[in-house]
């Protein structure tokens, strides 16, 4: 039978067992990176309002849209308006998965948009980010850049 007693002990002794990430840290940037995503698909802002000024944004591949951008500045620039001007519908994120653990967040997600030829732009990233008091600076995105290079042909 458990009392309120071993009751007590038992999470108390859960508690200490629980890995050295598993902190407010790793909550609340889970929860602000979740609520980004959800405002996002609602239309409502989005991801790229959390950036750090001098975020830097690695598009691992190897396509020409592949690359490291340096600045919040230059990453939207060079990176989201060139696709953006592309789509005649914003990309609507549905969010797979989110894995947190300390500063670290990876969100596993697909989007789907409209080109602005009619064709559907469709894609699965996985975004590795890290956070410092509530704003993103480091993220390495992963995705089929070969189907961005389709989209911006």
């Given amino acids: 039978m458990i009392t309120k007693n071993n009751l007590a002990a038992l999470l108390l002794g859960l508690s200490l067992c629980l890995p050295t990430w598993a902190n407010d840290d790793t ?12 405002d996002w698909r609602a239309g409502q802002g989005g991801i790229f309002q959390l ?3 001098d975020a830097v944004w690695v ?4 396509s020409p849209y592949s690359g490291t951008y340096r600045t919040r500045e230059a990453f939207m620039e060079d990176a989201v ?17 989110i894995v947190a653990q300390g500063p670290h967040v990876v969100v596993h997600w697909d989007g789907q948009a409209t080109a602005r030829d009619g064709s559907r732009y469709e894609n699965s990233y996985s975004w590795h980010m890290q956070l ?21 042909d």
Avoid at 27 to 38: P, R, T
Avoid at 137 to 144: E, I
């Fill in 81 to 97: 308006k060139p696709i953006t001007d592309k789509l005649a519908t914003p990309i609507v994120p549905t969010v797979r998965q």
């Fill in 132 to 152: 410092e008091n509530g704003r993103i600076t480091r993220v390495t995105a992963f995705l089929d850049t070969w189907r961005l290079v389709q989209l911006m």
């Fill in 59 to 62: 598009v691992a591949g190897s």
């Fill in 27 to 38: 909550v609340a940037n889970q929860a602000l990176i979740q609520k980004a995503f959800e």
């Fill in 51 to 53: 950036l750090a000024d």
